[in-house]
């Protein structure tokens, strides 16, 4: 009985790949492969998904850790880009497809003429134009898919220290360099470009006059999804109708979308924390809905206005008890280090064989796709003299001698706002501190110098600075499903929040001298009473 079950198994599986297979040899681009995730079961991907998850420039991410130098802290958060990518590219596939079934159910209403159920608040029913197609639902899946593809070494470190450091007026985002590394991904593989013949992703952005109102440039589409960002209808071929589809990728009214959904459950199964946020119920309670702006927005039951706002601290304390602890972010920055002195002497070949820089990398996705964590590797085990100074912070790292915390400070509400996490920031507070006033006999015999410390100004967030985001979120009650709404905090619970964002100042000693260690705590605490903010400050008080 068990060989027969096995062999009609066998029968089913080797049919299924026979009419994977079209008429012309070429691989069906919607055909469904089977993905075993940790963290959300048995999942489904496309072709045309995993034909990019099987190229160079994607399975670098398995060699990019998920969350930088975490995993030192937490030893079982050395999860990488990787899966992360793969769930997140699984889960927007899931929100789409819920989307279109609830869009299908209204334009079938209309059609039967109850047009009472079918319109919204505004008096606008639902139309063709924002049907949710088969083909959108793959650029979703594709978007999501490669989101990630542009972080380099650590993550976010290297984005937000190593090139704002070396280069203070780069504009350079890892959105932007996932955008350049799709292009690229699509640009090199010919296996892919099969595949592109038959879901319009092939159509180049640099033929303009191909490109029509009614044409979708999937390409496009897919890069503004990953961003975020909406482009023109006539480059992305979706009109305003669909203005929805960009809430789901990379959502940047309100913060909702499927890359905190996954983060939020893969990072807290990971590093062994208990996530309460459950994302499955907040895509069944959702529904595209027209607002008061006049805008086709992604609205949720009223009844989850409690669960977005757990969400949104849910990321807070993720960040407080992980992302940003002491030694994480102390690490981070000590690899940062590392690669600022190694810039000039590790180099990538790049198009044309053209050698890059680490730095210069970032511009040359040839290169870029080269530059994993491995670096880190490359340097501690290379002969070239001129990377000794790397080599020592790679050593402290290794030996768990890094740079040891001297205090934290919190400065109060009023004066958040002057303390930008931003480099400059950093070292204008460091000088502060080294030249601030103590005493006579401190100053005199003051052994503190300038690269014996490092500031490090933390910032934890709901959203974007002191904004409440939840009041971009739309709401709709199930006894009426036709005028969406924004909820008030002060209708919601007077346990919420009043703000939203708070930075931390940290100092941190490079020196292993004892001393200079309890010199620089006492001139923190001057430089803190001298900004009249004594009592309004904590203090670590224990003995280093």
């Known amino acids: 009985m068990i060989h027969f079950i096995l062999t009609?198994?066998?029968?089913?599986?080797?049919?299924?790949?026979?009419?994977?297979?079209?008429?012309?040899?070429?691989?069906?681009?919607?055909?469904?492969?089977?993905?075993?995730?940790?963290?959300?079961?048995?999942?489904e991907l496309p072709e045309i998904c995993v034909t990019i998850i099987n190229t160079p420039e994607f399975l670098r991410l398995r060699n990019v850790k998920q969350l930088g130098a975490t995993y030192q802290v937490f030893p079982g958060a050395a999860h990488n880009r990787f899966e992360h990518c793969i769930g997140v590219s699984y889960l927007a596939g899931e929100f789409g497809r819920h989307l279109k079934k609830q869009i299908d159910k209204e334009l079938k209403k209309t059609e039967h003429g109850d047009n009472t159920s079918a319109r919204n608040g505004s008096g606008n029913a639902y139309c063709e134009e924002m049907k949710i197609h088969k083909r959108d639902i793959i650029c979703l899946q594709v978007a999501g898919l490669c989101h990630d593809i542009g972080h380099g070494p650590m993550s976010h470190a290297f984005e937000s220290r190593f090139i704002r450091i070396l280069n203070p007026k780069s504009k350079w985002t890892h959105e932007?360099?996932?955008?350049?590394?799709?292009?690229?991904i699509l640009d090199t593989h010919k296996e892919l470009r099969i595949i592109q013949d038959d879901t319009n992703i092939s159509k180049s952005s640099g033929d303009k006059s191909k490109i029509g109102k009614e044409e979708e440039n999937d390409r496009e589409f897919i890069k503004s999804l990953i961003q975020g960002k909406k482009?023109?209808?006539?480059?992305?071929?979706?009109?305003?109708?669909?203005n929805f589809l960009y809430e789901i990728v990379s959502n940047e009214k309100n913060g909702i979308d499927v890359d905190k959904f996954d983060y939020f459950a893969r990072d807290c199964y990971h590093l062994g924390f208990r996530n309460n946020f459950d994302h499955k119920r907040l895509i069944k309670f959702s529904r595209v809905m027209k607002a008061a702006?006049?805008?086709?927005?992604?609205?949720?039951?009223?009844?989850?206005?409690?669960?977005?706002?757990?969400?949104?601290?849910s990321k807070v304390i993720l960040h407080q008890r992980a992302c940003m602890h002491k030694t994480v972010q102390i690490l981070e920055r000590?690899?940062?280090?590392?690669?600022?002195?190694?810039?000039?002497?590790?180099?990538?070949?790049?198009?044309?064989?053209?050698?890059?820089?680490?730095?210069?990398?970032?511009?040359?996705?040839?290169?870029?796709?080269?530059?994993?964590?491995?670096?880190?590797?490359?340097?501690?085990?290379?002969?070239s003299k001129k990377l000794e100074k790397s080599k020592q912070i790679?050593?402290?790292?290794?030996?768990?001698?890094?740079?040891?915390l001297i205090s934290e400070a919190i400065p109060p509400k009023t004066l958040q706002g002057e303390y930008s996490n931003t480099i400059e920031a950093?070292?204008?507070?460091?000088?502060?501190?080294?030249?601030?006033?103590?005493?006579a006999k401190s100053n005199k015999d003051s052994k503190l110098k300038d690269e014996d410390l490092l500031v490090d100004i933390v910032f934890f967030s709901f959203g974007k600075e002191n904004n409440n985001p939840v009041d971009n979120v739309y709401f709709y009650n199930k006894k009426d499903f036709l005028r969406p709404f924004k909820m008030e905090k002060k209708n919601v619970s007077h346990l919420l929040p009043d703000t939203y964002c708070e930075r931390h100042i940290r100092?941190?000693?490079r020196s292993e001298d004892q001393d200079v260690q309890q010199e620089a705590k006492k001139r923190f605490k001057s430089w803190c009473e001298k900004k009249n903010m004594d009592g309004k400050w904590r203090f670590d008080l224990k003995k280093i």
Request: proline share 3%; aromatic share 10%; with cysteine.
């Open 334 to 383: 000590m690899y940062m280090e590392v690669l600022e002195n190694a810039n000039d002497e590790i180099k990538f070949t790049g198009r044309h064989g053209k050698e890059y820089t680490i730095l210069e990398s970032i511009y040359d996705m040839e290169a870029y796709a080269k530059l994993t964590d491995n670096v880190f590797f490359d340097i501690q085990h290379s002969p």
């Open 293 to 313: 702006d006049g805008a086709w927005h992604i609205c949720y039951r009223d009844k989850q206005v409690e669960d977005i706002y757990h969400m949104f601290l």
């Open 394 to 404: 790679l050593e402290k790292i290794n030996t768990r001698r890094h740079y040891k």
């Open 507 to 509: 100092l941190y000693a």
């Open 176 to 184: 932007q360099a996932s955008c350049d590394m799709f292009d690229h």
């Open 8 to 43: 009609q198994l066998t029968s089913l599986r080797n049919q299924r790949m026979v009419n994977c297979q079209n008429a012309s040899g070429k691989q069906n681009p919607t055909e469904l492969k089977v993905f075993n995730d940790p963290v959300h079961g048995h999942i």
């Open 231 to 242: 482009k023109k209808d006539s480059e992305t071929g979706r009109g305003p109708e669909k």
């Open 426 to 439: 950093e070292n204008r507070i460091r000088k502060e501190i080294i030249d601030v006033n103590v005493d």
